[in-house]
């Protein structure tokens, strides 16, 4: 059995001006230590049983040119990642199976100050599960083949116990 541990640290600065001036209008600069930790089994040579937990720091998202809040960026937001799966290497042949759960915070659009205006903003909880599947081959020496699928399952505005 193989165990991980890490650590790395993230730094995300962001600088907004305004167009037309040139000005800065706001600054965010901060730094985290996001852990990462994993798991491998290898019950024989050939199959490995692994999971692993990682979490990460994404770039704020911006609300688009057509928002009433046009430009307005937002913190960066830490993002969390559990998956597992099974490894299958028999040399020339192999592939693998995992499946996982990615959460982040949501962006939604809510109603503006008049008719068919809107504010983009961050509220709730992203959730993307999936499911994937690879294989790899040598059928000969001279051809390689590698493909692979997702299905990938989306909850955007995820709060937790009911979706905005």
């Known amino acids: 059995m193989n165990r991980h541990l890490g650590a790395r640290h993230q730094n995300v600065r962001i600088e907004n001006f305004d167009t037309e001036s040139g ?3 706001s600054l965010y600069d901060q730094s985290a230590i996001a852990p990462a930790v994993g798991i491998t089994l290898k019950p024989t040579d050939t ?7 990682i979490e990460g720091l994404d770039l ?11 430009g307005e960026s937002f913190p960066p937001s830490k993002t969390k990642q559990l998956e597992a799966g099974v490894k299958l290497d ?6 693998s199976v995992s ?9 939604i659009t809510l109603p503006g100050s008049t008719e068919g205006a809107f504010i983009s903003t961050q509220d ?8 994937e599947i690879s294989a790899f081959g040598q059928p000969t020496s001279t051809l390689k083949l590698l493909g692979g699928v997702v299905y990938l399952l989306n909850r955007p505005g995820y709060s937790g116990d009911r979706f905005v």
């Open 60 to 70: 704020g998202y911006t609300a688009p040119a057509t928002a009433e809040n046009a």
């Open 47 to 53: 199959i490995s049983l692994y999971g692993n937990y």
């Open 23 to 25: 000005n800065r209008t």
């Open 124 to 131: 709730g909880e992203q959730r993307n599960r999936g499911v």
């Open 90 to 95: 028999l040399g020339n042949f192999g592939g």
């Open 99 to 107: 499946a996982f759960e990615i959460r982040q915070p949501s962006t």
